[in-house]
T-cell receptor, first 113, second 112 residues
Framework: GAGVSQSPSNKVTEKGKDVELRCDPISGHTALYWYRQRLGQGLEFLIYFQGNSAPDKSGLPSDRFSAERTGESVSTLTIQRTQQEDSAVYLC???????????FGPGTRLTVL | QQQVKQSPQSLIVQKGGISIINCAYENTAFDYFPWYQQFPGKGPALLIAIRPDVSEKKEGRFTISFNKSAKQFSLHIMDSQPGDSATYFCAASKPSGSRLTFGEGTQLTVNP
């Protein structure tokens, strides 16, 4: 079946602009995660949605970052007033209910000039 | 605070050799320890995972060894192949559905 998809695959923006990144999880997966991967580094947790529960936003690095999820489907990560240090690959993952395996999408490479 | 430390940062192995990557964790609440494989331009893919109730898990050429008292776990790749050349990440999470805390990654190169 279809895996996690993310769009766009690449985004180049100017400092100070807002960007929206989209994630389509695997159908039926109730949990959805956003991670950030800086060049040559491991993945940093950003935010986690599980069903109808309040999202775990504890990994968001600043109030410029926000995310929404519509039911158990699409999620959007928004970065306002982008800064050069926001340049990274943003990865989305989804997971079936009550399991640990997270399935990752290909990521969106964000470059802030 | 770095909760999962991974070493080495890079590793070069000859075809047919054994690749060993090590991780250490701090948080005793972690109860799930996966390894992910990532190829350039792709998202990480789950390779193998273990829970603390066993000391070893083997799937094909890949084995996880787990030492709960030392809070360490390692990935062994037997008969390493050039196609195994990728970046490997260890990770850890608390009970079901929690975020993954990743190590910094090991870039493995298997020479033909």
């Amino acid at each position: 079946g279809a895996g996690v998809s993310q769009s766009p695959s690449n985004k180049v923006t100017e400092k100070g602009k807002d960007v929206e990144l989209r994630c389509d999880p695997i159908s039926g997966h109730t949990a959805l995660y956003w991670y950030r991967q800086r060049l040559g580094q491991g993945l940093e947790f950003l935010i986690y949605f599980q069903g109808n529960s309040a999202p775990d936003k504890s990994g968001l690095p600043s109030d410029r970052f926000s995310a929404e999820r519509t039911g158990e489907s699409v999620s959007t990560l928004t970065i306002q007033r982008t800064q050069q240090e926001d340049s990274a690959v943003y990865l989305c993952a989804s997971s079936p209910d009550l399991t640990d395996t997270q399935y990752f999408g290909p990521g969106t490479r964000l470059t802030v000039l | 605070q770095q909760q999962v430390k991974q070493s080495p940062q890079s590793l070069i192995v000859q075809k047919g050799g054994i690749s060993i990557i090590n991780c250490a964790y701090e948080n005793t609440a972690f109860d799930y320890f996966p390894w992910y494989q990532q190829f350039p331009g792709k998202g990480p893919a789950l390779l193998i995972a273990i829970r603390p109730d066993v000391s070893e898990k083997k799937e094909g050429r890949f084995t996880i060894s787990f030492n709960k008292s030392a809070k360490q776990f390692s990935l062994h790749i037997m008969d390493s192949q050039p196609g195994d050349s990728a970046t490997y990440f260890c990770a850890a999470s608390k009970p079901s559905g929690s975020r993954l805390t990743f190590g910094e990654g090991t870039q493995l190169t298997v020479n033909p």
